[in-house]
């Protein structure tokens, strides 16, 4: 389904004719000949308008427009091709609404039904954008004050000292603007399979999320660099719900009442919208149903359409107004969703967050003035909108297949250049970033360089080259000559230079690695448009690993795994391990550790956007380990039970318990059963730890060669007290 609203207000452009070769504005901005879009071929391009010009009112000027030549439909289906993208929506929107729309590809692929405006997908973290805007509310109506310690608004909230002031300075601002230093990537319980825990109480969840983080440390100083934190933006959900939600209200009920229904976001909701959903595909394949959980959501949890997005981008564009003619949010508290806080660590040339923005300063659309941007995924379901506010011009796209994380940039550029284009006569602008000088001593250049996964080696080759061990941690990484040319370091078989820098945040130093230019790769290209300049790492010098953390080596299970936590069905995800890799100690070999103590081992460097550190803890008579929002237990240690078992056992929601089965006679059927067990779910992983089942009650499999991972765990209706019995045949 495609349409096309087109605007008949014509303006008429004196000696435009005479102008259009000769004319750049006093601003220096200057067009460019050449094709706008792979659709399309221009001669000669009309004069260009300045984008502060038209922000301040100088210029009102407008093209005749009827944006047929932004309908980006060629370039969508070849990208979505390149990418095996199942299905698309588009929407294009000026301040008047939505000037076009279209759907591509499939919402079923196995149903055929076609992909159109009206299409359910999950916005994923695009939803940050909307828990900003009922935060910035709160503010504008001064229930809260952003700049107030978030302690103020979620009494409880407390994390183990490690920073000075460290409670004071975590405030509501710094969580929308990612400057918190709270860790980022607890996914336990945020994302569960069909529907959330609304009927039975979301402080289940919530009490959880705060005892954990009681236990667990800031993963850097509060404004030291914006780092992305999922967990910050489920606070922020939290503040807005208990600051003015009504008695017993959900979060998803409170966005409902609060935004939604005032702006006619009728097929908008924190909960699953049924009507017209999508299917989501991971690899091709359609992905179970799910929805983030209570207050989870409001890090990346909202169902919508494109044409519910463009009535909310519409609002921000008509600062604040709604298209009754009402005010949603006054224009000053409009224009604060687009500031960003700045350190001397913060030198990502797209990553600028501002209020539930990845980016107030897209360098791709550096030329249309304020550029507003934020993408999400939930993997399998992914988005971008980009809003100009100066040009009064946005878009929104939504995917819903696992290919598409990259795709979705390039269409939203594609439709908002060629737009800028035909309203105002504007095109891009090349923008070129000069490198960054550069430390030259080897010695002190050469060593370990942690990014958000992984980590980079550099080696001195003794000649005045250094060789570039991308991701070394791999079994097979990849390795490059580095030489210096030009006050930076560079590699004859890749496109970027690298820099070495010493960076200092309140008195501190890191010592990082820095890429300027585009390297090739995809997000490079799609992400950045090719305008990189970015920390890659940050040097790490590692202590030996001490005896105590080389004892507890090995494979684990999570063991606090909720019953229907969409972990459970991806692969290994409900296991982990402790390895030394390259003389460092590692957690499933991407994330490395710095031990500090016999029981605590920080995870180092400013990339790092999960836990702040792994703990050692005793519970229930055993050593454990926490991170990432899970309690590790040994694998080793795992009960073995044989066919005529009777097992008695107590467990809660957070609290599994696992159980081996070792085959004997391969090829016999093997029953576990919970006496009174429909409230417990069990789960079933073979040999290889693949899931072989997950029923309620009762679990049943084909017994072959090897040994049979099985976990109990209880539904909130369960009494937590179970009884079950191994039997074979």
């Not at 909230?157 to 710094?174: E, H, S, V």
């Not at 072989?692 to 009762?698: A, F, G, Q, V, Y």
């Not at 679990?699 to 072959?704: G, Y």
């Amino acid at each position: 389904m495609e349409r096309t609203i087109t605007s008949h207000k014509l303006v008429i452009v004196s000696l435009l004719v005479i102008l259009f070769t000769t004319w750049i504005p006093a601003s220096g901005i200057a067009f460019l000949k050449g094709d706008i879009d792979d659709d399309r071929a221009m001669d000669d391009l009309p004069g260009v308008i300045n984008a502060q010009q038209i922000a301040t009112g100088k210029s009102t000027t407008l093209l005749p427009k009827d944006y047929t030549a932004t309908m980006t439909t060629n370039y969508i289906k070849n990208q979505m091709a390149k990418f095996n993208a199942v299905g698309l929506s588009i929407a294009l929107v000026n301040s008047k609404g939505i000037v076009w729309e279209k759907g591509f590809g499939w919402a079923d692929k196995e149903n055929q039904i076609p992909a159109t405006p009206e299409s359910v997908y999950m916005l994923g973290s695009g939803s940050k954008f909307l828990t900003a805007v009922s935060l910035a509310h709160l503010h504008e109506k001064g229930i809260i004050h952003l700049d107030n310690p978030i302690s103020n608004y979620l009494t409880e909230f407390a994390m183990i000292d490690r920073y000075p002031g460290q409670l004071k300075k975590i405030t509501p601002r710094r969580i929308l603007n990612q400057h918190s230093g709270i860790p980022g990537d607890l996914y336990n319980a945020g994302f569960v399979i069909k529907e959330g825990w609304d009927q039975w109480g979301c402080n289940l969840y919530t009490n959880w999320l705060m005892d954990y983080l009681k236990m667990d440390y800031p993963s850097l100083p509060p404004g030291a660099m914006a780092v992305y934190s999922n967990i910050g933006f489920v606070l922020a959900g939290e503040i807005a719900l208990r600051q003015d939600g009504l008695s017993g209200e959900s979060f998803p009920a409170y966005m409902d009442r609060v935004m939604f229904r005032p702006l006619g976001m009728d097929n908008t909701s924190f909960k699953t919208v049924q009507k017209n959903l999508t299917t989501s595909y991971q690899n091709g394949i359609p992905t179970s149903k799910k929805e983030t959980n209570c207050s989870f959501g409001a890090t990346g949890g909202a169902y919508t359409t494109v044409q519910d997005m463009a009535i909310f981008i519409t609002m921000v564009l008509n600062q604040g107004q709604m298209s009754s003619g009402k005010q949603f949010l006054k224009p000053a508290t409009i224009a604060m969703l687009g500031e960003t806080e700045t350190s001397p660590l913060d030198i990502d040339s797209y990553f600028k967050p501002g209020m539930g923005l990845d980016s107030v300063n897209d360098p791709a659309l550096s030329y249309a003035g304020r550029t507003w941007a934020k993408n999400g995924s939930t993997g399998d379901y992914n988005s971008f909108f980009e809003i100009l506010p100066d040009l009064k011009l946005g878009a929104i796209v939504l995917t819903n297949s696992d290919t598409s994380s990259s795709l979705v940039y390039g269409v939203i550029r594609k439709c908002l250049q060629n737009a800028i284009f035909e309203t105002y006569g504007m095109t891009p602008v090349s923008q070129n970033l000069p490198p960054c000088d550069t430390v030259d001593n080897s010695s002190i250049i050469s060593g370990i360089y942690v990014k958000s996964h992984g980590y980079d080696q550099i080696k001195d080759n003794g000649n005045g080259t250094l060789s570039w061990i991308i991701d070394a941690h791999d079994t097979n990484p990849k390795s490059y000559q580095l030489i210096l040319r030009n006050t930076v370091y560079r590699s004859k078989q890749r496109s970027e230079s690298i820099s070495f820098k010493n960076l200092t945040w309140d008195g501190t130093g890191h010592f990082v690695m820095i890429q300027s230019g585009s390297s090739g790769s995809i997000s490079d290209e799609y992400t950045y448009m090719g305008h990189v300049r970015k920390i890659i790492g940050e040097k790490i010098v590692f202590p030996a690993i001490p005896n105590a953390w080389k004892q507890r080596e090995g494979m684990y299970v999570r063991d606090n795994i909720p019953w229907n936590d969409v972990a459970w069905e991806i692969p290994l995800n409900p296991f982990s391990i402790l390895a030394e890799k390259n003389g460092l100690l590692t957690s499933d070999y991407e994330i490395t550790l710095f031990p500090e103590t016999d029981t605590l081992c920080f995870i180092p460097g400013l990339k790092n956007r999960g836990d702040s550190c792994l703990r050692s803890v005793f519970h229930e008579g055993k050593d454990k380990l926490l991170i990432g929002g899970y309690r590790l237990y040994p694998m080793g240690q795992i009960p073995v039970v044989t066919a005529g078992d009777t097992i008695n056992g107590t467990v809660t929601i957070f609290e599994s318990d696992w159980f081996r089965f070792d085959t004997v006679s391969p090829g016999t059927s093997v029953t576990v059963k919970v006496n009174n067990g429909a409230d417990y779910v069990l789960t079933v992983f073979d040999s290889s730890l693949s899931l072989l089942t997950r029923k309620k009650e009762i679990a049943t499999w084909v017994s072959q060669q090897g040994s049979y991972y099985f976990v109990i765990s209880p539904t909130p209706d369960a009494d937590n007290n179970y009884t079950l019995t191994i039997t074979n045949q």
